[in-house]
């Protein structure tokens, strides 16, 4: 029986982070304790003075859900090796490709604790830290760990890289989790495609609905990308922004399509002064605007009223676009609203009994 459970994906921002906390919170509900860690951290803030050395290791992410769900410290596990552009020199000029001590340590530090379960979250992909002898295949044989899949689906053209993952991963692949799918299609899938996967010898432990709040980002993130300036309410940098909007129509024609939005930015031209205002009285989180010239300061006093943000850049209307979309659904899920929503999608579209009687945990079963 493994207290070790490895938390894996084919893609990036594949929804790890959520199926986390969601693990996590029913565990802890029922008074089995959880530790949580990230062997390859992918994001570390510097560390504080005073701090102690281990938590100064910890990834971002560890650091978040150990916050939001109450975690002591001592469960929260300090990464061995940081994923960067200087390490990645480092060890490929080494020519060791070999995990090092730390992967003897974390054997140690699993042994020391017999009771509850062990979530290790791995890197984006299957092959993504072979160069640390730390990819997830690596991790669940040196651990003799089981491995769940958390699993972008579009189509059923998504299974070819379960099957790879099966094939890599053999026995040691206890199951997945379908993330993202079209909210008007998870019946059907439930219905059809799940017993087609188990038959495949895929387990499917849940199919979680695309979810338009879990791949928004936040105006500040937004900010950083983009490099813009901030012209008002850069203490409203927090709001989360759902969907994207251009305003290169007629006025009238802006007011009804942004009256079907929700959550907005939107993306103008710093001299179309009747599109920026229309979109100010609809559902927009910020306001971004592209172009020679700076907006009028009636429009400036209106957004302060309404306490949306007005970002400036440099960039082209097109370029700008492009990377706003290229956030979506890439970004850490470092918000509580998005926490708490994720703990809840989880709870609701997943079922774990055959998982924890794999691990031996007396869990729901």
């Known amino acids: 029986m493994s207290s070790t459970l490895l938390i894996g994906s084919c893609d990036p921002f594949s929804g790890k982070s959520a199926l986390v906390l969601g693990l996590t919170r029913t565990l802890t509900k029922q008074g089995l304790p959880v530790r949580y860690g990230k062997p390859l951290a992918t994001s570390v803030r510097p560390p504080r003075q005073g701090e102690a050395a281990a938590l100064a290791c910890l990834d971002d992410d560890v650091r978040f859900v150990g916050s939001i769900l109450g975690l002591p410290e001592e469960h929260l596990l300090p990464s061995l090796e940081l994923l960067a552009a200087s390490t990645a020199q480092e060890r490929l000029l080494s020519g060791n490709l070999e995990p090092g001590e730390g992967f003897s340590r974390l054997r140690q530090q699993l042994a020391a604790y017999p009771d509850g379960l062990t979530l290790l979250e ?79 010898g895929l387990p499917v432990f849940g199919v979680m609905p695309r979810s338009p709040l879990l791949r928004s980002v936040t105006v500040e993130e937004l900010v950083d990308r983009l490099e813009a300036r901030v012209l008002c309410c850069p203490e409203r940098l ?98 509580t609203v998005k926490a708490s929503y994720a703990i809840r999608l989880v709870e609701e579209h997943c079922c774990f009994d055959r998982l924890f009687e794999r691990l031996g945990l007396a869990v729901g079963v």
């Not at 984006?124 to 651990?143: F, I, M, V």
């Not at 972008?152 to 989790?177: C, T, Y």
């Not at 989180?285 to 300061?297: D, K, V």
Request: contains cysteine.
């Open 122 to 200: 791995g890197t984006g992909t299957l092959s993504e830290g072979l160069l640390y002898g730390l990819s997830l295949p690596q991790l669940a044989r040196g651990l003799e760990a089981p491995v769940v899949l958390v699993h972008l689906w579009e189509d059923s053209r998504s299974v070819d890289q379960l099957l790879a993952a099966r094939n890599l991963l053999q026995d040691r692949l206890a199951g997945v989790v379908l993330n993202a799918v079209d909210p008007e299609a998870v019946d059907r899938l439930r219905a059809e495609v799940v017993p087609a996967l188990e038959q495949l």
């Open 238 to 335: 927090d709001l989360l922004v759902e969907t994207l909007s251009i305003g290169a129509m007629n006025v009238n024609s802006a007011m009804e399509f942004f009256r079907r939005r929700r959550n907005m930015a939107v993306v103008t031209g710093a001299d179309r002064t009747d599109i920026q205002l229309a979109a100010l009285e609809a559902s927009t989180q910020c306001l971004i605007l592209t172009g020679a010239g700076e907006p009028l300061p009636q429009l400036i006093s209106r957004a302060e009223e309404l306490e949306v943000p007005i970002l400036k850049v440099e960039q082209d209307t097109l370029t700008t676009v492009e990377v706003i979309e290229r956030a979506f659904g890439h970004v850490r899920l470092h918000e």
